[in-house]
């Protein structure tokens, strides 16, 4: 068996490292470059004519926005299918890097395959954004289950923290970088009669989709090179009926859960509340381009873009502060008391933008409020979750479980977003249903038990 030294700082840099690389998937594929491209493609023609909202999908016409979280929300059911089986199979043999390295560059070239994606061919443009999401979502699993290996409880608020921090750091420089990309150095083309006239630029937005697949797999070698190989070997190298083994490992820990109180308490609650986080991150910037008055034209449209990006960049450096502070916060007044704080102010923040929210100024305020609170709750949820474990080998699979339940709510908030607002006619009411998510997430944590590491 293998044990890893807790605290290093070698090992932790390289945990850390990861966030910084994996990072940039939510926030230019799922948040902020890619819900706006696919927008832009699913609306205009060649000739940058707005064509409508409409789009043919299977044959049947879906709002362009509702087919969107219909398609994430299948990716992450493909990720609820297979990670539990996976988790324990990694645990089995003491392998987990291995998975998350295949997660990993499964994930970063999907990313790149999305340079092809296209209107015309719907069905196969939003493969590669399946995988990809399958690929940062499973490699999450085994990045997450390292944490209470290599940090001390009394640590792991702080380390969970500090990779939250170097994903929003890396991932904005990333932003940035596309973002003079797109702003500077515009690929366009003059379209008269469907014939090219005149071209401008070299920068074509789908090269941020390039720049996301390496940047993701290129810092990720500093982790691989860095992070254990083998947590513990205790199986040996018995290989045969791995799905059997990975579900028996898979059966023994559902068995500690259920009779672990203040575990099982916690995952249900957290089921909840993340929810409607998730929902927030995947549908904002898609809210913002159909419910926000932006003004007519080809000059709001391009305003519209960059007014989004930046407010989303707002949310990253922002989310760096709120995770220290939340962090902070912990220690004073205790993790489940802090995430009632968190909670609260998304209810608020779901409540002002029903209600409030219409024009850019208003989008700008909630910007900085999600940002501050991003981060804490993020990394707060995990490290309070890593607290609450048990002393096991088996950390893939419990944080498989932890996995399972975030996907779940994922699926279900983006799904009764989607539905809401396709029955609706508008994404503004399924703002609603989110507050409900969180309402029942406080109650549930009012119910969990405070471990001994919290006060």
Known sequence: MQTIPKDNKAIIKAWTIYDWANSVFPLVITSAIFPNFYDYVTTHD????????TVTCFGREFENQNIYTFVYAFALSIVVFITPILSGIADYLGNKKRFLQFFCYLGSISCMCLFFFTRNHLELSF???????????????????????????????????????????GSSLLLIICLVGIMVFKYEETVVDGVVVSTKGFFKVKYAFLLT???????????????????????????KGLIWKGFKELRSVFIQIRSMVEL???????????????TVMVVAVLFARNEVEWGTGEA????????????????????????????????????LRSLM??????????????????????????????????????????STYSKFLPKTEDTTSFFGFYDVMEKLGMIIGTVSFGLISEIMGGMRP??????????????GLLFVPNPKTQK
């Open 46 to 53: 060649e000739a940058k004519n707005m064509i409508g909202h």
């Open 127 to 169: 493969i590669p954004f399946i995988t990809a999401t399958v690929g940062f979502w499973g490699s999450l699993v085994y990045y997450n289950s390292y944490l209470p290996e290599i940090a001390s409880p009394e640590n792991q608020d702080k380390v969970s923290a500090r990779g939250f921090s170097m994903g929003y750091l």
């Open 213 to 239: 697949g390496l940047w993701w797999m290129g810092f990720a070698q500093y982790t691989f090179k860095h992070l254990p190989a083998k947590v513990h070997t205790a199986h040996g190298n018995d290989t």
């Open 341 to 382: 704080i968190a909670i609260l102010i998304w209810i608020f923040i779901c409540a002002f933008t029903y209600k409030v929210v219409h024009f850019p100024i208003h989008f700008y305020v909630v910007a900085v409020l999600v940002g501050f609170v991003m981060g804490g709750i993020q990394s707060l949820s995990r």
């Open 264 to 278: 099982r308490r916690f995952l249900i609650s957290y089921f909840f509340y993340n929810m409607g986080v998730q």
């Open 300 to 335: 709001a449209e391009k305003a519209k873009t960059t007014s989004l990006i930046v407010s989303i960049l707002i949310i990253q450096f922002i989310g760096i502060l709120g995770a220290f502070i939340f962090s902070r916060l912990s220690r004073k007044i205790g993790n």
């Open 430 to 443: 399924s703002v609603l249903s989110l507050i409900l998510f969180f309402v029942i997430g406080f109650i």
